[in-house]
């Protein structure tokens, strides 16, 4: 294969800086640093035992050399010099079992704790982050971070420190007696190590930039993949399949041909660097400079037989540590996505002993945004009255859904305050604050366990009857007893429900709760008409007492709205009932002509 790497796109072209890689690799020692620090203390006691262990466990390789020599020695054989030093080997052999084990079972214990308080740490947090961080993430994310991403912290925790402690201290023991044997053969055998080294070091010039590389090309090729896989019904009915499929091999051709050119000039080296490294050729180095030097009589055959027992020790750890590379990297990774959770912002949570008075809304000069930057509200001054419907309108990306949200508190204004019954929401505590409010929104969000359990989410004691009492306001209870086992059917499971029929389980949940205040976001927007009609006449009975604040697309279903607002780029434009907005021929009066001419073209044959 020619080289084509000129060909590739320049995000694909190592650098020879790259001040972002340097970033993440400084960012990625502060979040490891960061997380292990209550267990620092003891991961250095757990070493310290690792480097006794290690150091005994090469005392029993030392006693086999020096047995030899003492066997081998001109002259009578000094019988007991022999089993005094293998008895030491054997002593040692215990103590570096011993010691091992210790330092093992202290690490593994430190990681049990470690990964129990980062758990309860993570918890908590998410526990009082805004309800608008669970918005912007999924299951999968937060189940990754809580359960896999601290599991890949247990090969740092519990084994990395130690092999390292034992990488360091085994050959460094070993050369300390090797020199004290011969000190010239001991230059000759590290040579191996010294030469692997340079050959490692060689190989993993500028590995950071060009692994940035490589994940940057397999995320276009997973990109493109996914794009499709998701989307062949439309590009294939578009007849598009053919480009499509052409955008995905051509990813794929210049992932391949990075990569080829990257590893293709490694094989080389990092065989060399493999054999160089090998016990085998250490071996041999070994014998070919003890046959030199005890053929010019500068050692005796019998001095070297502790460099050929111990000058293995040299590369295999070193080796061992290349190896644990990829596990550290991966720890290195998941230490940054967990930081990154455990600093997720939290909303300030109220201590007020205060209750509610009624139901009344009041939201006073709220402006919102995202980014602190762009303001997505400005300046909403609105009073919803207790036992009212007001009805949020607009265009898309007016602000309808942000303002809804902000009631529950998915986040806090960045300016002005939201009162409920003259006491402000960011006094309450959550507990209080979601007993006056309840919502459903678009985004479904049922548990994996029985229907009952899902209705009964707000009431965990709620009575059958009351359960099923809602479920028939939301138009859901004939559905329900279709499903196997009826109200125990498992959702996910026996219970396959359509996106009308979940949104109407979790409209059932919020009645059930019985918040004196509803907000309603598109809840009506996966049922079909005849459901959604049911589902407006069940809520306009329940109404009564509470505050309903609503937001739809389908103007018809809240032309009997109390007040409607109609906002515009983050602001009320409008206000009024449905007859004062169409007569005063502005923006409410243009959505309306519009969606009912949608729904005349649709009620067409």
């Given amino acids: 294969m020619t080289n084509t790497t000129d060909t590739l796109p320049d995000s694909l072209k190592p650098s020879a800086t790259d001040p972002e890689e340097v970033r993440k690799t400084v960012k990625s020692k502060s979040a490891v640093s960061r997380l292990l620090a209550p267990i620092r203390g003891t991961l250095i006691f757990a070493s310290v035992l690792q480097g006794i262990s290690a150091a005994a466990g090469v005392i029993p390789f030392i006693a086999v050399g020096e047995v030899g020599r003492v066997l081998l020695a001109e002259g009578q054989i000094d019988a007991d010099r022999a089993w005094l030093i293998a008895w030491i080997g054997v002593a040692a052999l215990v103590v570096r079992l011993f010691f091992q084990m210790w330092a093992g079972a202290v690490t593994h214990f430190a990681d049990a704790d470690f990964q129990l308080d980062l758990r309860r740490k993570m918890v908590d947090r998410i526990g009082r982050v805004p309800l608008g961080w669970f918005t912007e993430r999924n299951a999968g994310q937060v189940k990754k971070a809580l359960q896999d991403d601290v599991g890949d912290l247990h090969h ?297 359990d899902n209705i009964a989410l707000g009431r965990p004691d709620a009575a059958q009857s009351d359960i099923e009492a809602a479920a028939k306001a939301a138009q859901i209870h004939d559905r329900i007893l279709e499903l196997p086992n009826g109200y125990d059917a498992i959702v996910g499971e026996a219970a396959r429900l359509s996106g009308g029929e979940a949104q109407r389980v979790s409209i059932s949940r919020a009645l059930l709760a019985d918040a004196p205040i509803l907000v309603l976001d598109e809840a009506t927007a996966f049922a079909d008409p005849e459901s959604e009609a049911a589902i407006q006449d069940a809520l306009a009975k329940l109404v009564a007492g509470r505050t309903l604040l609503v937001i739809a697309h389908r103007l018809h279903t809240i032309a009997g709205a109390d007040q409607i607002c109609v906002l515009k780029d983050g602001e009320i434009a409008e206000r009024g009932r449905h007859a004062e907005l169409l007569e005063q021929d502005g923006i409410y009066a243009r959505l309306w002509a519009a969606n009912e001419g949608a729904r005349l073209e649709g009620a067409e044959p």
């Fill in 156 to 452: 740092l925790v519990g084994h990395a420190y130690l092999n390292l402690t034992a990488a360091f201290v085994t050959p460094l023991v070993a050369l300390a007696y090797l020199l004290w044997v011969d000190w010239r053969l001991t230059l000759i055998s590290i040579v191996p190590l010294i030469a692997g080294i340079g050959f490692y070091a060689y190989q993993m010039r500028g590995y950071g930039e060009k692994m940035t590389a490589y994940n940057a090309a397999l995320g276009r090729v997973n990109a493109a993949s996914v794009e499709f896989v998701q989307g062949i019904a439309v590009v294939k009915t578009f007849g598009q399949a053919r480009k499509s499929y052409g955008r995905f091999l051509e990813e794929t051709h210049q992932f391949m041909e990075y990569f080829w050119n990257w590893v293709r000039g490694l094989i080389k080296i990092s065989s060399a660097s493999e054999i160089v490294m090998s016990p085998v050729f250490s071996l041999v180095v070994i014998l070919a400079g003890g046959t030199w030097f005890v053929a010019n009589g500068w050692m005796t055959p019998a001095d070297v037989i502790p460099f050929a027992v111990l000058g293995l020790s040299f590369t295999a750890p070193f080796l061992t540590m290349s190896y644990a590379q990829n596990d550290t990297m991966l720890a290195k990774e998941a230490a940054e996505r967990i930081v990154a959770l455990l600093d997720a912002p939290t909303l300030p949570q109220g201590t007020s002993q205060r209750v509610p008075s009624d139901s009344r809304v009041d939201f006073e000069n709220v402006t919102f945004a995202y980014d602190d930057r762009t303001d997505v509200l400005k300046n909403i001054d609105l009073s919803l009255e207790p036992g009212t419907v007001t009805a949020l309108v607009g265009p898309s990306g007016s602000g309808k859904s942000t303002l809804a949200k902000l009631l529950p508190r998915f986040w806090d204004p960045k300016r002005g305050q939201i009162i409920i019954g003259g006491v402000p929401i960011h006094e309450l505590p959550s507990t209080e604050l979601y007993k006056h409010v309840g919502f459903v929104f678009q985004d479904v969000q049922l548990l994996r366990a029985s229907v009952r």
